[in-house]
């Protein structure tokens, strides 16, 4: 069965600092790997997407992610983070042979930014 | 903005009642799911339809139920309610079966007293 894990419940990080989230993931086929972002009393927006190509991927708000399939890893990153970025973070793998019913979620990284 | 609506966004009731919460696709989205986010649970995906049929069942009860109308806009039943259902309830849409990027909405906040 696949699963995800992020292994850091809660992150609190500077303004300005660089970020990075961890995602180890298992998955017996190719993965199809998400992450996603939840704001307070918001719904969870796409950050970016993998699927296959090239493993470092771009997303929006200026986040990017790597695919480490050696060390079954998407972890997301952000070179400096902003005030508006605390939210909670979720990674999620799938299969495009299968739908998005197959998709399974982290249980989340809530980030806290300090001034 | 999503384009994913859901009401109500917040609903308080008691133990045994039941209580329906509504969905409106993205325009042009055929496939709605209904996911389940609780604290000791995560995100758990409870149902799927597509163009007006149930396409996959995940972990949700037998005292719920769901279904999406000819215009694409889906409701999700909650009956017999127990404390333990108190969760937020999201709604997302996608474009198709396959995977890819959901869509969801605001969810709506279900507090059993």
């Known amino acids: 069965a696949q699963s995800v894990t992020q292994p850091d419940i809660h992150i609190t990080v500077s303004e300005g600092a660089s970020l990075e989230l961890r995602c180890n993931y298992s998955?017996?086929?190719?993965?199809?790997l998400f992450w996603y972002v939840q704001s307070p009393g918001q719904g969870l927006q796409l950050l970016l997407k993998?699927?296959?190509?090239?493993?470092l991927v771009q997303g929006i708000k200026g986040f990017e992610a790597e695919f480490k399939r050696s060390q079954s890893s998407f972890n997301l990153r952000k070179p400096s983070v902003h005030w508006s970025d605390a939210a909670e973070y979720f990674c999620?793998?799938?299969?495009?042979?299968?739908?998005?019913?197959?998709?399974?979620f982290g249980t989340g990284t809530r980030l806290t930014i300090i001034p | 903005d999503s384009g994913v609506t859901q009401t109500p966004k917040h609903l308080i009731t008691a133990t045994g009642q039941r209580v329906t919460l509504r969905c409106s696709p993205r325009?042009?989205?055929?496939?709605v799911y209904w996911y389940q986010q609780s604290l000791d649970q995560g995100l758990q995906f409870l149902i799927q339809?597509?163009?007006?049929?149930?396409?996959a069942k995940g972990n949700i009860l037998e005292r719920f139920s769901a279904q999406q109308f000819p215009d694409l806009h889906s409701e999700l039943n909650l009956s017999s309610l127990e404390l333990g259902d108190s969760a937020l309830y999201f709604c997302?849409?996608?474009?198709?079966?396959?995977?890819?990027?959901?869509?969801f909405g605001e969810g709506s906040r279900l507090t059993v007293l």
């Open positions: 998955y017996g086929a190719t993965p199809y």
């Open positions: 997302a849409s996608s474009l198709d079966r396959g995977a890819g990027e959901l869509f």
């Open positions: 999620a793998v799938g299969a495009l042979r299968f739908g998005n019913e197959k998709l399974t």
């Open positions: 993998y699927f296959s190509g090239d493993t």
């Open positions: 339809y597509y163009n007006g049929e149930e396409r």
């Open positions: 325009s042009g989205d055929l496939s």
